[in-house]
């Protein structure tokens, strides 16, 4: 991704309006918020935020959070219990992301959520990060701009320095006020903290007159992907095959014949941005026994062996 032209677009309108141009053709954009600067993208785009995987270099599929605009607008993506829309009507805009289950019909991309029903979202207190969704009008999923396992950025200089030629575009809106991530907390079954972050866990139990769970004890839902066979099919699953078993259906990846193909001309982007929907198609076709072709470990390749091997293993 090293051949990308990278844009600066400037905080102003007519830069933010260039932004979101960007945004709208599959682009991606860094913006800052008041915690860190986001790597911005459509997260409707199924396919750039594939690529928005592979320009962070992100080891898996981990659930990104999606930056709105307003509540009306989150409220017709997630469904909101008394207890997050009382933190929401608290802390927002600011830097509390809230887990709640995904509407039906949300469009969402698969990428974005990793398969779950849920989804991390969030309304940012940065006029540029406002300005930029309310020039887009759609939900910008963004995970810090920054190669990952590397130090979130908290100006322009950070994303340019080692973002450049990986993405479309960066909005240099000066440096993050808070400069750590969203503290975030899921409110089913239990009010959860899921990470600490830029409103302490104190101020959250104060605003709803209760102690929050902490992920890992008992009555807390599980981390996203902490479960091995969290993203099986209902069939059994055998990787890396070579050959195709009686009464196994092929996950294809490249040049094979195969019920459902990855990619075909063997590109991982493609094969990413596919992976979620052909696991439902596999149900649909109520597949008991499935074979996966070798996928390459390099590049996104980690990250689709990373779900593959959790969806084979035993449960």
Not at 27 to 42: I, M
Not at 212 to 238: D, F, I
Not at 266 to 271: K, M
Not at 274 to 294: E, T
Request: net charge negative.
């Amino acid at each position: 991704m090293s051949d990308i032209s990278t844009q600066i677009f400037t905080s102003q309108p007519n830069g933010l309006a260039k932004a979101a141009e960007t945004l709208g053709k599959g682009g991606l954009v860094a913006f800052p918020t008041e915690t860190v600067y986001g790597l911005g993208v459509d997260a409707r785009n199924t396919e750039a935020v594939a690529r928005l995987y592979a320009a962070k270099g992100r080891p898996s599929f981990n659930p990104l959070i999606v930056h709105v605009a307003s509540l009306d607008i989150a409220e017709t993506l997630v469904e909101f219990d008394e207890t997050a829309r009382n933190l929401a009507r608290t802390f927002w805009p600011g830097a509390l992301t809230l887990v709640l289950p995904l509407r039906t019909g949300a469009g969402i991309s698969p990428l974005v959520t990793a398969g779950l029903e849920t989804l991390a979202i969030r309304l940012p207190d940065h006029q540029v990060a406002a300005g930029l969704l309310q020039a887009f009008s759609g939900p910008i999923a963004a995970p810090s701009a920054n190669p990952s396992g590397q130090v979130s950025p908290t100006n322009a200089r950070h994303v340019i320095d080692h973002m450049t030629g990986r993405i479309e575009g960066i909005v240099d809106g000066g440096v993050c006020g808070v400069g750590v991530e969203s503290t975030i907390v899921a409110t089913t079954p239990v009010p959860t903290l899921l990470r600490a972050g830029g409103i302490p866990a104190e101020v959250i139990e104060q605003a709803i007159d209760r102690d929050l769970a902490h992920a890992g004890e008992s009555a807390a839902p599980s981390s996203p992907g902490q479960l091995a066979s969290h993203y099986a099919p209902q069939g059994t699953v055998r990787l890396s095959a070579d050959t195709v078993e009686d009464g196994e259906i092929l996950l294809g990846f490249g040049n094979v014949d195969a019920e459902i193909n990855l990619s075909k001309t063997g590109d991982l982007v493609e094969a990413a941005s596919r992976l979620f929907d052909a696991l439902h198609q596999l149900n649909a076709l109520g597949a008991q026994r499935i074979a996966v072709s070798p996928i390459p470990e390099h590049g996104l390749g980690a990250a689709i062996n990373d779900r593959l091997r959790r969806a084979a293993a035993p449960r």
